[in-house]
């Protein structure tokens, strides 16, 4: 079962423009992390905040967390085209206890036109 | 060189047959994780194991085995490959000191006809 379902899907933005993706998750967490994958390749980490973290930002990006609505944002500003990738949420969740499992969204894929 | 590395990259085979993927990690941690991905959903977790003598089972473990010949290599092994195993095969290792991020490999195209 999938912990975390991202939003949109799928994204287009022009070059410069800002990209917002969405992650829900449905259990308590330790942490939330955010992944990209370019075509075909690996995941790259990306970025990881705390439960008890409200935002945190490195780079262009930009990521928020509510734990009560049990939702995180990621926000990548002024975007290139060398951002295209698709983007996935993972959550480590309070229950898997020392096992410390990811479970990962289904995916935002984010294309950005030059 | 990587610090993540899988092999093969790509494999075609047929139904039924044995077939075994690697992945070797010279990052120097303990946990690794086998992950499988279809077509337009995220990461299914198929097995991991968090030191040699370790090995768990994940979301979907059935038709899958796995092998931790020693701290840096972790193999997955597929006893009779079926068409529906067609996936795309990530090995991923991660700290268990710190905070847990994972360190994908590039990946293991796997094609069974």
């Known amino acids: 079962s999938q912990q975390g379902e991202e939003d949109p899907q799928a994204l287009s933005i022009q070059e410069g423009e800002n990209a917002t993706m969405n992650c829900s998750y449905k259990?308590?967490?330790?942490?939330l992390q955010w992944y990209r994958q370019n075509s075909g390749r690996g995941l790259v980490h990306l970025i990881l905040?705390?439960?008890?973290?409200r935002e945190k930002h490195s780079g262009r990006l930009r990521v928020t967390l509510d734990t009560s609505k049990k939702s995180s944002s990621l926000l990548i500003t002024a975007s290139r085209a060398a951002d295209t990738a698709s983007y996935f949420c993972?959550?480590?969740?309070?229950?898997?206890?020392?096992?410390?499992?990811?479970?990962f969204g289904s995916g935002t894929q984010l294309t950005v036109l030059p | 060189d990587a610090d993540v590395t899988q092999t093969p990259r790509n494999r075609i085979t047929k139904t039924g047959k044995r077939i075994m993927l690697e992945c070797s990690q010279t990052?120097?941690?303990?946990?690794m994780y086998w992950y499988r991905q279809d077509p337009g959903l995220g990461l299914r977790l198929i097995y991991y194991?968090?030191?040699?003598?370790?090995?768990n089972k994940g979301e979907i473990s059935d038709g899958y085995s796995v092998s931790r010949q020693a701290q840096a290599k972790f193999s997955l092994s597929l006893e009779s490959a079926i068409p529906n195993q067609t996936a795309l095969y990530f090995c991923?290792?991660?700290?268990?000191?710190?905070?847990?991020?994972?360190?994908f490999g590039p990946g293991t195209r796997l094609t069974v006809t």
């Open positions: 259990t308590s967490i330790n942490n």
């Open positions: 194991s968090f030191d040699v003598k370790d090995i």
């Open positions: 990052k120097g941690h303990d946990r």
């Open positions: 991923a290792t991660s700290d268990d000191a710190n905070s847990y991020e994972q360190y």
């Open positions: 905040i705390r439960s008890n973290e």
């Open positions: 993972a959550t480590d969740a309070e229950a898997s206890g020392s096992a410390r499992q990811l479970t």
